[in-house]
């Protein structure tokens, strides 16, 4: 929360600046506006860092001869090295530390009380003003003792704290530009004679006319006004099959035409594009996402208010027992200072950046840091289907053979033909001839029926690989009872004709990942519920969840209502973490409490997504889940360690025990702050 506190003041400082320069900036079309956004973000999340790091190793370089002046610490060391005029020299010194090193923390506390939400900023600006102010007083001739070496060491811990959190949770979401690297620069618009011209993608206008070749993208949205072809939409819609796409039909900006010329009216430009709606929908998801407050700010926000309420009761207990006000100045200020620790600062950093060095062994990276420490309240999973739950490639499950031919004919013959074709469908087939350790025949004549299969000549024999459509247009004969069997089960069927003749049918389906049934039932074990949504047929999304024993699937959700149908699991009361790896993905990976993309996915799945599993593997959604509930009980631990010292400290410094004679000095309270420290850090390493 404090960082993003910090971002907001930067935010503020630079409005203006900003506010003209997207003014000039600013494009018919949304994509580079976009792009530039998600530039800036990340530069600026990393130039923060950078100053972090930089005011970090300036105080620290400060704080060497502000120890070394500093009277007790000399006495402890036994040394003598005082100068005349040495005090003026340490103000100076300790006067660079706070204004430079402490800076942060001051602009971010007056953010924070101006929000009236006091937390670990207000604590340590609470701290380093009454350190820097009382012993600025006793320079200028305050009876009593300075506070500068607490002032330093206490504002370079805190930058360091500061600097390792920011580095260990820097995620700043690239996602809205990886969207639009999707999207092909050029396009071939026709024109009127007939003639085609390349032109930039941003200058194409609605009821343009656009030539898309084979093996090209689709440049924007527009419907088909002439030609046929199958169209990979895979990364945009979910659906694992290339759809095939004929006259009258819509084609999608960034789908992927394959085999046929198409010549599309452009329906959509800019803003109004799908691609363009999933950037909004991402956007929106990612700023509606309700940020966790940190721990230790919850935890500061307390001892905030106990330093205040103990600094002033020790002043005015002292001052009515009688005391001097120089001594019961001092006492308040040492309350006030040791009820910062120095630990505090370091508690939740260390166990992030241990936890982030453990999950990178694991092949868990971590994007987004306040997301990942709630998935150990997760009570479903949400897993996108293709790609996800299983390995988008398509495998031969079954064949049929007809009289004359045995199925290994039927696959040699088909493989025959397909070696030919780049179609998921094709390279299932050639995967099965591999399994075989088997070499397809060569093919002659080779040739593609747009929208119904392939022909060649195999051996010697007219060898065609073509679709249902194809086998009811022509009516041929073929086993229904088996086909219906295979459709209803969720495979894709293609048929083999032999000189015109049938000979059989192969059966492919979406093969699914071997770790998936071990997750889905793991996830059980714990209370967890799977869940599976796609985009796909629901006799597809039904056979893949009989096979994993998932009861609760979504099938044939359209892109833009996955985010939907991850708020509606939310408003039936249960955490949700969401799993996918297409870019139709995107916004309900944003939506979700926990968002997870599998490595393997897109880009952008990958940048909006919290968690990447960088394996691909469904498992390691249990290991999510499983180091974030160890890293929120190290957390907790850190907490009580680097604070609970303050239940004795705070007493003694105020001088609870002082008819006894024992009275905290500030150096004591410094020791003490120092073991605190070094627990903490010894515990965060446990972690391992």
């Known amino acids: 929360m404090e960082i993003d506190i910090l971002e907001r003041r930067d935010n503020v400082a630079n409005h203006n600046d900003q506010k003209h320069q997207h003014h000039e900036e600013h494009h018919d079309t949304s994509n580079d506006d976009h792009d530039h956004q998600g530039h800036d973000h990340h530069d600026h999340h990393e130039m923060m860092i950078q100053d972090f790091k930089r005011r970090f190793i300036v105080s620290v370089i400060l704080t060497i001869p502000i120890l070394l002046l500093t009277s007790a610490i000399q006495q402890f060391l036994g040394l003598d090295w005082g100068f005349t005029y040495d005090s003026w020299v340490l103000f100076g010194l300790a006067t660079m530390v706070f204004f430079y090193g402490g800076w942060p923390f001051l602009t971010g506390a007056i953010d924070e009380i101006k929000q009236k939400n006091p937390g670990m900023m207000t604590l340590i600006g609470l701290a380093i003003v009454v350190a820097y102010g009382y012993s600025t007083m006793v320079v200028f001739g305050w009876s009593g003792r300075n506070f500068f070496w607490e002032l330093a060491t206490l504002i370079d811990v805190m930058l360091l704290g500061h600097w390792i959190e920011m580095r260990s949770i820097m995620g700043a979401s690239n996602a809205l530009k990886e969207l639009i690297k999707l999207m092909p620069n050029e396009a071939h618009r026709l024109n009127s004679d007939g003639s085609t011209e390349d032109v930039p993608v941003d200058q194409v206008q609605k009821d343009d006319q656009v030539l898309i070749k084979p093996g090209e993208k689709v440049p924007v ?132 950046s241990v936890s982030t060095a453990i999950s990178a062994k694991k092949g868990l990276l971590i994007r987004n840091r306040p997301p990942f420490e709630s998935a150990r309240n997760i009570e479903a999973v949400i897993f996108d289907k293709t790609g996800t739950l299983t390995e988008g490639n398509f495998g031969v499950t079954d064949i049929e053979a007809d009289g004359a031919y045995d199925k290994q004919d039927v696959l040699r013959y088909a493989a025959g033909v397909e070696q030919q074709s780049e179609h998921p469908l094709a390279r299932g087939i050639m995967r099965k001839m591999e399994e075989q350790q088997e070499r397809p025949p060569t093919v002659q004549h080779f040739e593609t029926m747009t929208g119904k299969g392939l022909s060649g000549t195999v051996e010697g024999k007219q060898v065609q690989v073509v679709s249902p459509g194809y086998m ?27 000189d015109g003749g049938y000979a059989g049918m192969i059966a492919l389906a979406d093969m699914v990942r071997d770790s998936a049934k071990e997750a889905v039932e793991r996830l ?165």
């Open 221 to 352: 949205d527009g419907i088909i006004i002439d030609g046929s072809s199958s169209v990979d939409e895979s990364m945009l819609t979910g659906e694992s099959v290339p759809v095939e796409k004929k006259v009258d039909e819509e084609v999608i900006g960034g789908a992927v035409n394959q085999d046929g010329s198409l010549t599309i009216r452009v329906s959509k430009t800019g803003d109004e594009t799908y691609l363009s709606q999933v950037v909004t929908l991402v956007q929106e998801a990612q700023e509606s996402k309700s940020r966790a407050q940190d721990l230790a700010n919850r935890a500061a926000k307390w001892l905030f208010y106990l330093a205040l309420a103990a600094g002033i009761g020790t002043f005015i207990i002292w001052i009515a027992l009688g005391n001097a006000i120089d001594m019961a100045v001092q006492r308040a200020v040492t309350v006030m200072v040791i009820t910062c620790p120095h630990a505090l600062g370091l508690a939740a950093p260390l166990v992030v």
């Open 524 to 688: 059980k074990q714990q209370n967890i519920e799977p869940i599976m949504l796609t985009g796909d047929h629901q006799r597809v999304a039904d056979w893949v969840a009989n096979q994993l024993g998932i009861e609760e699937v979504y099938a044939e959700v359209l892109p833009d209502h996955k985010a939907d149908q991850v708020k509606k699991v939310q408003q039936s009361g249960r955490k949700v973490a969401m799993t996918g790896d297409g870019i139709n993905d995107a916004p309900a990976l944003a939506t979700a409490d926990v968002g997870i993309a599998i490595g393997s996915g897109t880009d952008v799945a990958m940048e909006t997504a919290d968690v990447v599993l960088v394996q691909s593997n469904p498992l390691d959604v249990l290991s999510v889940i499983d180091l974030s509930r160890k890293t929120y009980r190290k957390m907790i631990q850190n907490l009580w360690w680097a604070a609970g010292y303050n239940i004795v400290a705070i007493p003694l410094a105020a001088g609870v025990l002082a008819p006894l004679g024992i009275l905290l000095s500030p150096a004591v309270g410094a020791v003490l702050m120092s073991a605190s420290t070094v627990i903490v850090a010894i515990n965060a390493q446990l972690l391992r």
């Open 472 to 498: 009811n247009q022509e009516r041929m004969d073929y086993d229904t009872a088996v086909f219906d069997q295979y459709s209803t089960g969720g495979k894709t069927v293609v048929f083999v004709l032999i």
